[in-house]
């Protein structure tokens, strides 16, 4: 936890340096449309980026995804915000500051339970799916239940208490790779997103 922390944090900290690159030529550009758009191709782009290590990957791989995920809060979340604001009073500031917050409370609160719905589920879909090889009858299964028992009685344990650890260790591995392969299904729900908010904002003729 304080490792990916410290990571999120650091890599965060570098794209916010371009926050002053953004204050001093955003104005220039009079389409944030321009801006907008490509901050959701890198969205999809750094979900799919994601999708493409393997479970084994360390932290340095992880640099490049997550830059790009900080660089979405000046190609999306920035120009959006200027845009909403523009059409209030100054009198009306503060109450469209805070429907604004109420808006972000409830999308926040939205986001997180459509991201765990969607892993619960497609954990559950993947590890009966998986589960369905580890049977008597799967060759596979068989020596790969073999192999583990004979390591385990190798390490000294009866045979009885071995053929058991290898049935859990082999259910431990089920439930990783379930898990692993839900985490997948997670960005690639994140691609959608992605692609049908840039292709939104595309569409919208109100965000120049």
Same mark, same amino acid.
């Given at each position: 936890?304080?490792?990916?922390?410290?990571?999120?944090?650091?890599?965060?900290?570098?794209?916010?340096?371009?926050?002053?690159?953004?204050?001093?030529?955003?104005?220039?550009?009079?389409?944030?449309?321009?801006?907008?758009?490509?901050?959701?191709?890198?969205?999809?782009?750094? /979900?799919?980026?994601?999708?493409?290590?393997?479970?084994?990957? $360390?932290?340095?791989?992880?640099? $490049?995804?997550?830059?790009?995920?900080?660089?979405?809060?000046?190609?999306?979340?920035?120009?959006?915000?200027? %845009?909403?604001?523009?059409?209030?009073?100054?009198?009306?500031? #503060?109450?469209?500051?805070? %429907?604004?917050?109420?808006?972000?409370?409830?999308?926040?609160?939205?986001?997180?339970?459509?991201?765990?719905?969607?892993?619960?589920?497609?954990?559950?879909?993947?590890?009966?799916?998986?589960?369905?090889? /580890?049977?008597?009858?799967?060759?596979?299964?068989?020596?790969?239940? #073999?192999?583990?028992?004979?390591?385990?009685?190798?390490?000294?344990?009866?045979?009885? +208490?071995?053929?058991? %650890? /290898?049935?859990?260790?082999?259910?431990?591995?089920?439930?990783?790779?379930?898990?692993?392969?839900?985490?997948? +299904?997670?960005?690639?729900?994140?691609?959608?997103?992605?692609?049908? $908010? $840039?292709?939104?904002?595309?569409?919208?003729?109100?965000? +120049?």
């Amino acid at each position: 936890m304080e490792n990916t922390g410290q990571l999120v944090g650091v890599t965060s900290l570098i794209s916010a340096s371009a926050l002053f690159i953004y204050l001093r030529y955003a104005k220039l550009l009079t389409r944030k449309k321009a801006i907008i758009v490509p901050g959701f191709a890198i969205a999809a782009l750094s /979900a799919a980026w994601m999708t493409r290590m393997s479970p084994t990957a $360390g932290e340095a791989a992880l640099v $490049g995804t997550l830059l790009l995920r900080g660089l979405l809060l000046l190609f999306v979340v920035l120009p959006v915000a200027n %845009l909403t604001f523009r059409i209030f009073a100054i009198e009306e500031f #503060a109450h469209g500051y805070r %429907l604004k917050n109420i808006v972000r409370q409830l999308t926040i609160s939205f986001a997180t339970a459509s991201v765990i719905i969607v892993e619960q589920h497609r954990q559950a879909l993947h590890q009966a799916r998986l589960a369905e090889f /580890a049977n008597p009858y799967n060759p596979v299964f068989q020596n790969s239940l #073999a192999a583990l028992t004979q390591a385990f009685s190798a390490a000294g344990r009866p045979v009885a +208490d071995a053929h058991a %650890l /290898a049935v859990v260790e082999i259910s431990r591995a089920v439930a990783r790779q379930a898990s692993f392969l839900s985490s997948l +299904d997670s960005f690639y729900f994140l691609i959608g997103i992605a692609v049908c $908010g $840039g292709m939104f904002a595309a569409w919208q003729r109100q965000i +120049d």
